[in-house]
């Protein structure tokens, strides 16, 4: 039994010494996968030129997903290359560069195992010059160009300069997701821009600086308290915060600007400018149609007549006196200038509505005019509050929608909103067109939302897109 447990402690101790060896590998190894990520999105949607925000064919919000992945993949490769040469001067188990391989082409299937081979470091050189070829655009100064025949430079190199310093270095990486790129205002990481020499490169990937054997949470725990404690990092979220709450008070405002004044334009021209003059015009006009359509005569000829037919109902069972037909006629008289005077009204109204709905359009769009900058703040604040949204959120929005302008019953909620309308301006209810409109529309509409969706949600929020295709499923 001691036996035993006395093999499985060697073992392991076995794969931690081996997971340990191979920490510069993959520490280099990560960085080059995010090199390549850049390099990806660099051929892909920037016709292999730099990541930038100036870029006409996407836009803000995609341009701003791109930035983001740029700082990410930058802050990796930092990150990673700060593990890679301080683990490397830890082990010291480095070989000097051989200088003819210094000049060796970049390999198209670099994996893991190359490093085991006789020429590991030149496979180590070409992942150093890849990455300096990414990022070396990303840099705030960028290096002249050099001929062939001069010596290889990386920009990648990083040098740690001591213990304290390297654990800020960490803590920062780790932690701040807008970093600079590569940081290049920080004293714990500098790189070797200047001209090196094959043999001064050998040293510097096997000749190391000391490392900080405290754990990185510790390091990271470090870096926070230590930007909770710096009076700037306090003004700068003080700043960050005040902006965003400006813009909220901006956008809320001015929804309720857009909303309130618009409605209240509609309903004070009804009132007070547009009623008296439709009034005053009917009353004078002695032949003034009672019905604005046909639709409305036929309501009102079905009401008078169940009028009657309930009279004489209830006159018939007893439920009322005993009426005479004179009497019954009369009633009914006085019930049809009653409908006259309603449906009249509803038409007139109707009028009233077409001028007054007017204005407020009228109004809406002065204001559009007139408020551009609070404009361009709306649509900021809805696209961080849409686009801020998690990714069920926002699938679960989008299946909403869809169903109820385009879904399975979305017909029967057209109707009703094509009826209202129709009432609204007092225009006969085309049932033809009806059929027509949500024939047609509904299918326009599902088209512009898979557009929509194809083309820019699929691009910003590709987990978003995945999320609402399995739930629709």
């Not at 007139?370 to 990714?391: A, H, V, W």
Request: proline content about 4%; glycine content about 4%; hydrophobic content about 40%.
């Amino acid at each position: 039994m001691k036996t035993s447990t006395w093999t499985q402690i060697q073992y392991a101790l076995r794969r931690a010494n081996s997971w340990f060896k191979d920490t510069p590998d993959r520490a280099l190894d990560q960085a080059y996968d995010a090199a390549l990520r850049i390099k990806a999105i660099e051929d892909e949607h920037f016709h292999g030129g730099k990541i930038t925000k100036d870029s006409t064919e996407y836009s803000d919000r995609v341009l701003s997903y791109f930035d983001s992945e740029l700082k990410k993949c930058l802050n990796i490769i930092q990150t990673r290359l700060v593990v890679f040469n301080t683990s490397r001067s830890i082990l010291g188990w480095s070989e000097p560069l051989n200088s003819k391989e210094m000049n060796g082409s970049l390999s198209s299937d670099l994996s893991m195992d190359d490093f085991k081979l006789p020429h590991h470091v030149s496979l180590i050189c070409e992942k150093l010059d890849f990455i300096d070829s990414v990022i070396g655009k990303y840099s705030p100064s960028k290096p002249q160009p050099k001929p062939q025949n001069q010596p290889i430079e990386s920009t990648s190199l990083v040098e740690i300069k001591n213990n304290s310093q390297q654990s800020v270095s960490l803590a920062k990486s780790m932690d701040e997701e807008n970093t600079p790129v590569l940081n290049e205002n920080s004293d714990t990481v500098k790189a070797s821009n200047s001209s090196k020499d094959k043999k001064k490169l050998a040293d510097e990937l096997t000749v190391g600086s000391e490392m900080s054997f405290l754990p990185r949470s510790l390091l990271r725990t470090v870096g926070r308290i230590r930007r909770e404690l710096n009076p700037e990092s306090e003004e700068e979220v003080i700043k960050n915060y005040r902006k965003s709450k400006v813009k909220t008070i901006i956008s809320v405002r001015f929804i309720l600007l857009l909303i309130l004044v618009p409605l209240l334009t509609q309903q004070l021209a009804k009132n007070f400018v547009v009623g008296p003059i439709v009034d005053t015009f009917v009353s004078e006009e002695e032949n003034a149609p009672i019905f604005m359509n046909l639709d409305l005569e036929e309501e009102a000829y079905m009401e008078l007549h169940r009028f009657k037919e309930r009279l004489e109902f209830q006159n018939m069972i007893g439920l009322t006196p005993q009426i005479e037909p004179e009497e019954i006629e009369e009633q009914v008289q006085e019930k049809a200038i009653e409908i006259a005077e309603e449906y009249q009204s509803l038409g007139n109204t109707a009028i009233k509505n077409i001028f007054a709905d007017l204005f407020s359009i009228i109004t809406f769009g002065i204001i559009i005019y007139t408020n551009k900058r609070e404009l361009e703040i709306l649509k900021s604040f809805l696209g961080d509050l849409i686009y801020g949204l998690s990714d069920s959120a926002k699938a679960f929005i989008i299946i909403l929608l869809t169903d109820m302008f385009v879904g399975f019953h979305s017909p029967h909620g057209w109707e009703v909103i094509l009826e209202s309308i129709s009432r609204h301006f007092g225009l006969p209810e085309n049932r033809d067109f009806n059929f027509l409109f949500i024939a047609t529309f509904p299918v326009i509409l599902d088209a512009v939302f898979k557009y929509w969706i194809f083309r820019y949600l699929n691009r910003s929020s590709p987990s978003a897109v995945s999320t609402y295709k399995t739930m629709n499923e």
